[in-house]
């Protein structure tokens, strides 16, 4: 007899996953626009008046993830299409990322990452 098992990631693994240093969440966001085959990335830093960040903005060029997919890549944690493959889909690069977690890291920065 077979059961299909719905997994749903709990609070701790969340915390554990956007905890870290914000310096690890860029460079997490600047890897996956190039195994997404961007040629330009751009950082921008907002401060408020007393000098703290308020907002960060990424803006690249590159491939992106199709909206139209069956099930978006989004709502899944792991079974990345860079398990099977080595290199970029269009410029054939050497792919830096592996784990389908990468895009999450972002919550560390803020609350609300759009």
């Known amino acids: 007899m077979s059961e299909t098992i719905e997994v749903k990631a709990q609070q701790d693994f969340w915390k554990r996953l ?10 997490e966001i600047v890897s996956n626009a190039f ?3 961007a040629n330009s990335i751009k950082i ?3 401060r408020n008046a007393l000098g703290t960040v308020q907002r960060v903005i990424f803006t690249e060029d590159g491939s992106g993830i199709p909206y139209t997919a069956t099930q978006h890549l989004f709502s ?3 079974n990345s299409w860079k398990l099977k493959a080595t290199r970029s889909h269009e410029k054939q690069r050497l792919l830096q990322g592996r784990n389908g977690e990468g895009r999450f890291r ?5 609350e609300i990452v759009s």
């Open 18 to 27: 956007v905890s870290g240093t914000p310096i690890r969440a860029v460079a």
């Open 35 to 37: 195994d997404a085959d």
């Open 44 to 46: 921008v830093i907002k």
């Open 76 to 78: 899944q944690l792991g």
């Open 106 to 110: 972002a919550l560390s920065l803020g």
